[in-house]
């Protein structure tokens, strides 16, 4: 049997739309030949979640979106249809929602429940309304974002402003502020460098006082402990009653000083006629002169007051009836 050629242009037009079918099922990750079971979850909205994305449980891909279906005319919900690609238990109080990553595509996250009942392909997932980290970033970055439109129209109506009050002088003397700005950094970072500024030479003079001040470390805790030392026994010494010791040995040394004055100026007292009495001071003076004139003719003339002959003694001299010179020894002779 003959073949013609139209017959064989639709047979393989019929093959090449089963392929086309099959590799797009495969391709959204949907198994070809195996019934895969499915879940069903309802969302009010989708945002930017699309057919073939993925459905994940702590991170893990567990299956993919396969379908839409709106519930009613007004749809008031949306219908999504999830195939599992991994046979897990999810408990039947998980929730799911739609969240997305900052770069990637949209997808749903189930968050599992602590329920030890878990769902059957066909059943229906729990929804939550919230839209996940970044959905929530973007609900709260897109009133800042509008602020700051706002705020970089009003900074260009400013500068706009600005450039048209600026006249050329005004322009010139911002130049040679900038100029003088300039400058000064530079003289800023001469004093600030590492080598040979004057923060660095001060910072090195620190560092030296901090390592003679760790060097000495020993000595300086010694220093303390003696004074920690000292200060404990001055507060353990009995200051008080050797201040009141002393303060009673004044007071006597006080009254007797009172009392040896009084005796002294009274002339009628012992101590005053010794001082006051001039017949006694002569008679002192005398008794002083005779002592001085004995002594010296003992020591002139000692053979007068020891005598030891065995022949005899001879006459002696006169006696001294004045002090001797004291610088010479009179010898008589025969002595």
Known sequence: MKINNETKVGILAVVAIVLLVLGFNFLKGAKV????????????????????????INGLPIGTVYNFTPTNKEVDGIIVEIHLNRDVAIPDNSVAFIDASLVGASYIKIEKGPSNTYLQ?????????????????????????TRVNDVADSLKMVLGSVN???????????????????????????????????????????????????RNNEQITSSIRNIELTTANLANAPIKQTIAGLQATVDQLKNTITALDANVNNPNGTVGRLLNDQQLYNQLQKSALSLEILLDDVRVHPKRYVNISLFGGRKGAEPLTSPSAKDTVIITEGD
């Open 33 to 56: 030949f195996n019934k895969q079971p499915a879940l069903y979850a309802v969302f009010k909205d989708l945002g930017s979640l699309e057919k073939s994305n993925v459905v994940k």
């Open 121 to 145: 392909p066909g059943d229906t997932l729990n929804t939550s309304l919230s839209g996940g980290i970044i959905a929530d970033l973007k609900t709260q970055l897109t009133p800042t974002i």
């Open 164 to 214: 048209q009050i600026f006249d050329p002088n005004t322009n010139h003397n911002l130049q040679d502020m900038i100029a003088s700005l300039a400058v000064s950094s530079a003289h800023l970072q001469r004093l600030l460098n590492a080598e040979s500024g004057l923060v660095s030479q001060a910072v090195g003079n620190l560092n030296n006082v901090t390592g003679n001040l760790a």
